[in-house]
């Protein structure tokens, strides 16, 4: 994130002095508060609502996946551990999936290694549903992912390409061959028996109901993320003319830049969607002014109320009657 608030600068500073503005008023974070307090605060509440029925759905489908193993759970204890989930992911990148799975074994009593296979199936679906989204995106706006291949990942050597899955396969084919020296270790035992659970947890999604509603439940998880980047570009100046079609553009580089193991996304996220604004005619640095508007109102202020809300009320709720009559007398 400071890498690219350098870089920004810079380019900043570049426009001032082309354009003749003086020094003094050409500082960035003078320009990103200006633009973040220019957004209307309707389109705040709606993104907000937006990311709470995506995540309110992804816990009805995450009751189906448990219930298919056994598990009938409160729906406060569902969609809790996931809003505290993306809390998490916050401070340290991909331990939400962890603390969601904790949490729900603390309050429902599910083992840890069921509801870590459930969560694990959860992220699965949504990888898949991505590469779906991305296939089609690809399709819809092929001139444009044609040039961002020539522009940047054909700059890329056939080495470079092939580094990490070389890495990979060299890695499968030490431990098939050495499976014999590995696999009758009491560590590895203990792994397999816990593996066992966890693969339950996977494998749920062969006993789930009503398939239809799932994958209606999966639908809707992605169209209120979409709606979210569109609310989003809607509500800042620059952005508010581009048509639904690049809007899907962006919803695919900001879903990608979330992938990657930063906290909440932070840096990766704003450098692909100003990669991918850039592409529409977008100024730079109005593209990263978007690009803060979007993290902090959709991912970041959300992750934080909502994850903070969360925490408290699944502990009230969770709390057994006696407990707050005590502590009222006291």
Not at 37 to 58: E, G, H, K, T, W
Not at 104 to 119: A, C, F, I, N, Q
Not at 161 to 183: D, E
Request: with cysteine.
């Amino acid at each position: 994130m400071y890498w690219i608030y350098i870089r920004q600068e810079s380019t900043y500073k570049a426009y001032c002095a082309e354009h003749g503005i003086p020094s003094e008023q050409c500082k960035l974070s003078e320009k990103l508060w200006s633009d973040l307090l220019s957004i209307n605060p309707v389109y705040i509440l709606l993104i907000f609502i937006a990311f709470f029925l995506s995540n309110f759905f992804r816990s009805l489908r995450w009751r189906m996946l448990l219930r298919s193993v056994g598990y009938e759970i409160e729906e406060i204890n569902s969609i809790g551990p996931i809003l505290v989930g993306y809390l998490a992911n916050l401070g340290l990148p991909r331990s939400g999936e962890f603390i969601r799975a904790a949490l729900l074994s603390r309050y429902e009593k599910v083992p840890l290694t069921v509801s870590v296979g459930t969560v694990v199936l959860d992220r699965l679906i949504d990888l898949m549903s991505m590469g779906m989204i991305v296939t089609i995106t690809v399709f819809i706006e092929h001139d444009t992912f044609l040039r961002l291949y020539h522009e940047q990942l054909s700059q890329i050597s056939l080495v470079e390409k092939l580094i990490l899955p070389g890495i990979a396969v060299l890695a499968i084919l030490v431990l098939f061959f050495t499976r014999n020296k590995w696999r009758d270790l009491p560590a590895v035992a203990n792994i397999k028996k816990r593996l066992r659970g966890f693969l339950d947890g996977v494998l749920s999604i062969r006993n789930i109901e009503h398939k239809g509603r799932f994958l209606l439940y999966t639908l809707m998880i992605w169209v209120w993320f979409f709606v979210m980047m569109y609310l989003a570009l809607r509500s800042y100046g620059p952005t508010s003319s581009l048509p639904i079609t690049s809007a899907l553009v962006i919803y695919v580089f900001g879903s990608l830049g979330m992938l990657v193991p930063t906290p909440g996304g932070m840096g990766s996220y704003h450098f692909l969607v100003i990669l991918a604004l850039s592409y529409y005619g977008i100024h730079e640095v109005d593209a990263f002014s978007f690009a803060n508007i979007s993290f902090f109102s959709a991912n970041f202020a959300n992750n934080l109320t909502l994850g903070l809300g969360a925490m408290l009320v699944m502990y009230l709720f969770n709390r057994k009657p006696g407990q707050i009559q005590s502590n009222v007398n006291e």
